[in-house]
């Protein structure tokens, strides 16, 4: 600080002046202070960010090392400073649970907050709530439903979320990619597109696992835990989850299934489970029974495994359904499916007489046998139909309601939602849905300018305009599949 200088209690005092050894001739006026309560905040979560990782990162080379061994003492590991890395870690303006506790009104008094729930944690008598129920619309038009638990629920889940990571991330399959640190959507899709663009593929199974967080039986769960959490508080502490049950109009109920799709500790756990019954089967299921090539691909529920031959596509298949209905899974009898799909499938289709290799849909995109202007072959990724109208129905329900705002402020709105879409979508190959969707918003915003008033006379040059100030136009933001996963994987 210049002209102050601050003590280790937080004490801002006086600097005298620059004369060594000499008393200064007047005392030199304190500075007031600053508005430092924020930067001291961020400085304390650094430092207890720094002291969590330095400690997990011992839990995690030993879980490296013994790959096979139990932990038998993780609870401590549940301190104030990890429930506060996993406080900051919320969604800011996420919806409350049956408490009705927003993260702001839990922030305004955090450090007592955390203490108390850190002591009821650790001698047991912390009780979690029951989640509340609530449905979100899917791009089919279905219901999906989740569970919003309560904002501690969410604060202690997300502490042993981080504990739990340090072990299972050294343990986890590389084809499995759905919520795990540092890997996401895009990269599952690398992979994806590289494999069937430099392996043998020609069958593809497209699997789909049926209501995958509802039907994940709990005693298999907890039994697959035991095999590298040997600390009951720990196991304690999910039981716990498991059964506080469901809010529905006004009635709880609980379950001896499911995990509560939506809580902050239902994709781990359901990552746990489907790497004992799905991942490692699977894998050893490519060493010992493939005749040919095979590659996996899976994001939460959602898989796709490639083969080079027809036989060893249908064999899994029918292994794989066999597999799950011993751990009370089943796969989508309408969204799993073997189809023909690769670089040589239109060549070999055509020779026995059969139409365009079918398309098949992962993560919003719709994957397409296609060709380059010079005739090889290419693999198109296109942004699913469904997922585009849904989108666009959003859009214009949301303008209808923002109608009377100010034009500028529904352009900054709209920028938001289209380069945000943009954002997820903007892949090689896909700038014709783009471009398409864009035009649609633009479509879409000049009507809502129109009904604004009987008197509006938006021409199409004027809304032309106002998207090129406030609409991001389409281009492609992410690399091609090959070039980023070389990055990533080099081999």
Request: charged share 30%; glycine share 8%.
């Amino acid at each position: 600080m210049d002209g102050q200088e601050k003590s280790d209690s937080g004490i801002v005092a006086a600097k005298p002046t620059n004369k060594a050894g000499q008393p200064a001739a007047e005392l030199v006026e304190p500075r007031p202070e600053t508005k430092g309560s924020a930067e001291q905040q961020r400085m304390h979560r650094t430092q207890s960010r720094d002291r969590m990782f330095q400690s997990l990162d011992r839990v995690r080379k030993a879980a490296r090392l013994r790959k096979k061994d139990q932990f038998t003492a993780l609870f401590h590991h549940i301190n104030v400073d990890t429930l506060r890395t996993a406080f900051y870690a919320l969604k800011r303006k996420a919806a409350p649970g049956v408490d009705g506790m927003t993260w702001r009104d839990y922030e305004a008094d955090l450090e007592p907050r955390l203490e108390d729930l850190h002591r009821r944690v650790q001698r047991g008598a912390y009780r979690p709530q029951p989640s509340r129920r609530t449905y979100i619309p899917k791009a089919d038009g279905k219901q999906r439903p989740l569970a919003i638990a309560a904002l501690e629920d969410k604060i202690v889940q997300g502490a042993t979320v981080m504990v739990l990571n340090a072990i299972y991330e050294g343990d986890f399959c590389g084809f499995s990619y759905g919520f795990r640190p540092g890997r996401g959507p895009h990269d599952a899709l690398d992979a994806l597109c590289v494999a069937i663009d430099q392996r043998r593929m020609s069958w593809i199974i497209d699997a789909d696992i049926q209501n995958f967080f509802g039907a994940v039986s709990q005693e298999w769960l907890v039994r697959f835990l035991e095999h590298r959490i040997g600390d009951k508080r720990i196991i304690r502490l999910i039981r716990k989850w498991l059964k506080a049950g469901i809010l529905e109009d006004g009635i709880v109920t609980v379950d001896d299934k499911g995990t509560g799709q939506g809580s902050v500790i239902s994709p781990l756990l359901g990552n746990i489970y489907l790497h004992y019954v799905l991942d490692l089967w699977a894998k050893r299921w490519r060493q010992r029974e493939a005749t040919g090539d095979m590659i996996i691909v899976r994001y939460a529920d959602d898989l796709i495994v490639g083969f080079e031959r027809e036989g060893d596509a249908r064999r899994f298949l029918a292994a794989m359904r066999a597999r799950l209905e011993g751990f009370m899974l089943s796969l989508h009898p309408d969204k799993t499916r073997l189809i023909e799909f690769g670089r040589f499938a239109a060549v070999n289709r055509k020779q026995r007489g059969l139409g365009k290799p079918e398309t098949f849909a992962f993560l919003g995109f719709t994957f397409i046998c296609g060709k380059t202007r010079k005739g090889h072959f290419q693999l198109l990724r296109k942004t699913r139909g469904d997922r585009m109208r849904a989108k666009l129905k959003d859009i214009k329900a949301d303008l209808r309601r923002r109608m009377h705002w100010p034009i500028s402020h529904q352009g900054k709105w709209l920028r938001q939602i289209v380069g945000g879409h943009f954002a997820y979508f903007a892949v090689p190959t896909n700038i014709r849905a783009l471009t398409a969707l864009r035009y649609r918003v633009i479509g879409l915003w000049r009507r809502c300018l129109q009904r604004r008033s009987q008197r509006a006379d938006v021409t199409w040059e004027r809304i032309v305009q106002l998207a090129n100030d406030y609409l991001p136009k389409p281009s492609i933001l992410h690399p091609w599949p090959n070039v980023r996963f070389a990055v990533k994987h080099p081999r």
